[in-house]
């Protein structure tokens, strides 16, 4: 774990020290990339739970093939990639299985139920956020993927289409495309649509 004002080594060189059988150092790119990658994830699955598996598997297989990783694009890029993968994988897997249940207690605590009063500024905080969260999931996963890549996670365009297998113009157009589905889909929620 490292301290206030202490750099950490570059990713590269992470993935060298993992693959040489550190694994202090494949956790620090853990750390440094789960957020990331979980939002990426998020944006490609349907439930928390596949989101949270597909994580779980992407850092699997990067350990695995940290030794693989020979530059061609940032380290995080190269993840995404993986995570990218793993995510199709797993829709491939569940194509067709029924929809997960969900027991009363799960809705419960996620209706809040037990939790202290929040303050009426978290309580706007948090409604303008699921306004936001609600928007991007009406989205098509093509224009949300990248939108969390671009917006998001700041990729370049250049990184955004690679990852995506697109053309740069492609990427664009799918992006311009997303961001005003996007701001739409906000319009009308803020005028009383749906």
């Not at 990218?84 to 419960?108: Q, T």
């Not at 995506?164 to 495309?177: E, F, G, V, W």
């Not at 005003?180 to 319009?187: D, E, N, Q, V, Y």
């Amino acid at each position: 774990m490292s301290h206030e004002g202490e750099l950490t080594p570059p990713d590269a060189e992470l993935l060298e020290r993992a693959a040489a059988g550190d694994r202090e150092a494949f956790s620090a790119f853990v750390r440094a990339h789960q957020d990331s990658v979980f939002r990426f994830l998020r944006a490609r699955t349907e439930s928390l739970a596949d989101c949270e598996d597909a994580l779980q598997e992407t850092f699997l297989a990067a350990f695995r093939g940290c030794g693989s990783y020979r530059g061609e694009a940032s380290p995080r890029a190269w993840l995404l990639g993986i995570a990218r993968n793993v995510s199709a994988r797993l829709y491939r897997k569940r194509a067709g299985e029924p929809d997960e249940s969900v027991s009363l207690e799960e809705l419960g605590l996620r209706a809040g139920w037990g939790a202290p009063d929040p303050s009426p500024d978290f309580l706007e905080i948090l409604e303008r956020r699921r306004f936001l969260e609600r928007a991007l999931d009406r989205l098509p996963a093509s224009e949300k993927e990248v939108i969390v890549l671009r917006d998001l996670e700041g990729f370049s365009g250049d990184e955004t289409a690679s990852l995506l297998d697109l053309s740069l113009p492609a990427m664009k157009s799918r992006l311009h495309r997303g961001r005003l589905r996007l701001a739409a889909l906000l319009r009308e929620g803020f005028h009383g649509g749906s």
